[in-house]
């Protein structure tokens, strides 16, 4: 089973530029969610979806976009990169119920010059 | 709201002496509570989970943690540390809403040889 996968592992964008980090699950979950990580914040939740053509803002969503079209896909587009979005990304899905596990890809780590 | 309250951001333990990660929780419903773990440049994985079944939980490795209601606490241990237990571990909740998790800022342990 490949789980959550996540592209690309690492991205170096300048400021302005947009770009989307891919993720996708093969485990037929309805809720998935990206993160950020920085130092000494833990894991900050930027935008979530509880099912296809279903999305919400997290705790951090100023300058990101996200779209579920399908079941495995949630994308998230940096509409114009700054250097306060450089961080690690992380994309999770969960079945739906608040005592399920959360499966994470292995990140994406993001440099914004 | 929702919350959880790691203290101590970095915890350095002897290798075979007892591991103790602290989390705090704040919510106004019965909890879920989460420990996941998290290796260097990998993502998170899931240590063990709190569904109300049992207040003292066994997770894998080792590790277990027990919920006590009037401490709001879910205090994670291991009786004796290995060298392959240093690593990031983040205590998160979740319980209300659209099954969101919401983790604390993390505690990085190092195990001393």
């Known amino acids: 089973n490949a789980g959550v996968t996540q592209t690309p592992k690492f991205q170096v964008l300048k400021t302005g530029q947009s770009m989307t980090l891919q993720c996708a699950q093969d485990m037929n979950h309805e809720y998935m969610s990206w993160y950020r990580q920085d130092p000494g914040m833990g894991l900050r939740l930027i935008h979530y979806?509880?099912?296809?053509?279903?999305?919400d803002q997290g705790e951090v969503p100023n300058g990101y976009n996200v779209s579920r079209s399908t079941t495995e896909d949630f994308p998230l587009r940096l509409l114009s990169a700054a250097p306060s979005q450089t961080s690690v990304y992380f994309c999770?899905?969960?079945?739906?119920?608040?005592?399920?596990?959360?499966?994470f890809g292995q990140g994406t780590r993001l440099t914004v010059v | 709201a929702q919350s959880v309250t790691q203290l101590g951001s970095h915890v350095s333990v002897s290798e075979g002496a007892l591991v103790l990660l602290r989390c705090n929780y704040s919510s106004s419903v019965p909890p879920y509570l989460f420990w996941y773990v998290q290796y260097p440049n990998q993502g998170l994985q899931l240590l063990l989970k709190y569904t109300s079944a049992a207040t003292l939980v066994k997770g894998i490795n080792g590790f277990e943690a027990e919920f006590k209601k009037s401490e709001t606490s879910f205090h994670l241990t291991k009786p004796s540390a290995h060298m392959s237990d240093a690593a990031e571990y983040f205590c998160a909740v979740s319980g209300t809403g659209a099954n969101n998790l919401f983790f604390g800022t993390g505690t990085r342990l190092t195990v001393i040889p």
């Open positions: 999770a899905s969960r079945k739906t119920g608040m005592n399920t596990e959360a499966f």
């Open positions: 979806s509880v099912g296809a053509g279903i999305t």
